[in-house]
């Protein structure tokens, strides 16, 4: 039910018939929410732990470790795919997409140390750090055979920002950032697969995560604006070469033409974005305004 739900309610949107697909869209993600129960004070309280914890890390300023690796990160849905087509149609980069890496290789440290991550983390040695960014770059070290420069386009793994600095103080992590009430409306309207966005299937929900996500955004923008900034996905369309260049600078890369086209890159795409972004960048992708008044309990969360 929830996979023909979703499927019915984009068609019914496709169709002018809103009010029609806000109800198909609702059913649908109650059903599914039944099997992927999500709790947002156990989420807060681990998210509020790690940043503390990894708050705590001494980063090494000067490494070029890890700087073969650019995260993208931010929630589902947030234009992520299409900043990483950008970065993928530079002759340096390889376009990756979501990869598993980092969550699991501090994983298996947690199992290993058998603590979670916000209770190891302080006590872990510069060594330590450095076997786990090994660990990284061994992992995901396919991506660079012919390009020197790789993404990462898992889009939680903004909960492990700080920990994988402490691991590749080169890399950069790039948050990419969309109108709050169109991501969040998107991701509702979206049946992720099982474990990737738990949190989707309700509005109150929705917010939680990204309130959460936010601060976590703001942390490490001042902390380590070096290595982790925003970028706004409405920028990118509405002004695409400086967007653009600031990126490249950004990642250290130079500034090709070719990334003004990020439609016309070769590439394999894996997301729910992937016909979106065969496109030319282009305005006019909103589509929760169509919704009016049925979508003010999720705008009043999403500025709350």
Known sequence: ??????????????????EEAFATFA????????????????????IHGINAA??????????????????????PRSGSTLFEQVLAAHPQVEGASELP???RVLAEESQR???????WAPQASAA??????????????????TRPVSTDKMPGNWRFAGAAMAMLPGARFVDCRRDGVETGFSCFKQLFA????????????????????LTAASLWNTRQPKRFRTFHYEELVADTEST????????????????????????????????QVRQPIRTGTARAGRYGALLDPLRRLMQA
Request: net charge neutral; aromatic share 12%.
């Open 1 to 18: 039910r929830s996979f023909v739900g979703f499927a019915l309610g984009q068609a019914q949107e496709a169709a002018g018939r809103h």
């Open 27 to 46: 059913r649908a993600n109650r059903a599914a929410a039944v099997t992927r129960p999500w709790n947002p004070v156990v989420f807060s309280a681990q």
């Open 54 to 75: 990894c708050g705590q890390i001494a980063i090494e300023e000067d490494s070029t470790r890890g700087a073969e690796v650019v995260f993208l990160v931010g929630l």
């Open 101 to 103: 890496w980092l969550e």
């Open 113 to 119: 140390c058998r603590l979670p991550l916000e209770t």
């Open 128 to 145: 330590d750090w450095e076997r786990l960014g090994r660990n990284y770059l061994a992992a995901t070290a396919r991506w660079r055979g």
């Open 194 to 213: 099982p474990g990737m966005a738990d949190w989707a299937f309700d509005f109150a929900h929705i917010g939680a995560y990204w309130k959460e996500y």
């Open 244 to 275: 653009v260049r600031e990126l490249l600078e950004f990642c250290g890369l130079p500034f090709t033409a070719a990334c003004l086209a990020p439609h016309e890159a070769q590439r394999a795409i894996r997301t729910a974005s992937a016909a």
